[in-house]
Structure formats: structure tokens, C-alpha cells
């Protein structure tokens, strides 16, 4: 008997453009459901930016009704000012998931890179051409929303090799 069909969101959060993906997941099979990119106006006060992602992600919560999420972390800034921002984009993508009752999960770049392409080094180039391949019916992407189903990706790969381990274990 086949597990039901499982929706992931993934997420590569920024302030200025967060890519978002959603995608199934069926035994082995993925297929891509969705993608875009949310980019509040860059005029518009902070916290009205941050109200932009936050109703904007929830819409995408609602739409598409993913069982789990998942978000990329973000590499340290030398920046303090950007980091700090870039940390209240964060959180906006991991409280709209969470507070709509998902688990949500989160990956380093460097794992989400070797999960799709097979080294962590890997540029947004690269990450680009393996979700054509490995997600054909997503046609052409931003590098945001790739990295975001990249994100989707390796939280299915995750889940997987988790459900493996238990199932040595149990």
C-alpha cells in the first residue's frame, strides 16, 4: 500500500525576494506543483515588507494546504544590519508555516546543494539546471524560487532516509 500523497513547501527567505516551491511527493516520485517569488515593494517601510511576506506566504499556505515545510537557513552576514533584516524574513518564513499547524524543517544551504546537485559548493547556476531536470514541469525558474524547491527536495530526500533509519530500528 502506497503512503498518501505528501505536499512540501520550501522556502529560501530573503527581504527583498523570497522564493517559494511546493511540491509532491509520492513513494519515489516528486513532482512540482507550484512555484514563484515574493518581492515586496523595496519602497515601502520595513514592517509593512515584513506584513508583505507574511500575508503573501500565508496565502500560499492556503492555496496549496502542504502537509510539511521547509526552510533554508541563512549564512552569516558581516553585516550586522542585513543580517539582522534578513533574520525578520526568516522568521516570517517559519512562523506562517508553523502557525498554521506544519512541521517545519530546516537546512543548511550547504545540505540542500548536495541534496540536488551532489556537492555543497554548488552555485545557483548549477542548482537551476537540476531542478529543470528533476522537476521538468517547473519550467523556467528564478534562482529563488529553484533554491526554494531545491529546499523542498532535500526535506523529501531527508524524510526518506529518516523513515529508512526507523524502520532498521523498529
Known amino acids: 500500500m502506497n503512503p498518501a500523497p505528501l505536499r512540501i513547501l ?8 523570497t522564493g517559494w516551491g511546493v511540491i509532491q511527493v509520492e513513494g519515489t516520485r516528486l513532482s512540482h506543483l507550484a512555484h ?11 514592517a509593512e515588507r515584513l506584513l508583505c511576506l507574511f500575508e ?10 502542504p502537509h510539511e515545510a521547509a526552510v533554508e537557513e541563512t549564512f552569516m ?18 512562523v506562517v508555516p508553523a ?13 540542500v546543494k548536495k541534496s540536488v546537485v551532489g556537492t555543497g ?9 537540476m531542478i529543470a531536470r528533476l522537476l521538468p ?11 526554494a524547491l531545491a529546499v523542498a527536495i532535500a526535506h523529501a530526500h531527508a524524510r526518506k532516509a529518516r523513515d529508512l533509519i526507523s524502520r532498521r530500528v523498529a
Open 137 to 147: 514541469t517547473a519550467g523556467p525558474t528564478t534562482e529563488d524560487a529553484a533554491d
Open 77 to 94: 552576514n558581516n553585516n550586522a544590519a542585513s543580517a539582522l533584516k534578513l533574520g525578520h524574513a526568516r522568521a516570517m518564513a517559519l
Open 99 to 111: 502557525r498554521a499547524g506544519l512541521p517545519v524543517a530546516e537546512y543548511a544551504a550547504t545540505v
Open 121 to 129: 559548493s554548488a552555485d545557483k547556476t548549477q542548482v537551476g539546471f
Open 10 to 17: 520550501g522556502l529560501d527567505p530573503g527581504l527583498r525576494k
Open 56 to 65: 503573501a506566504l500565508s496565502d500560499i499556505v492556503a492555496l496549496h494546504a
Open 36 to 46: 514563484g517569488v515574493i518581492a515586496p515593494k523595496e519602497s515601502l517601510p520595513f
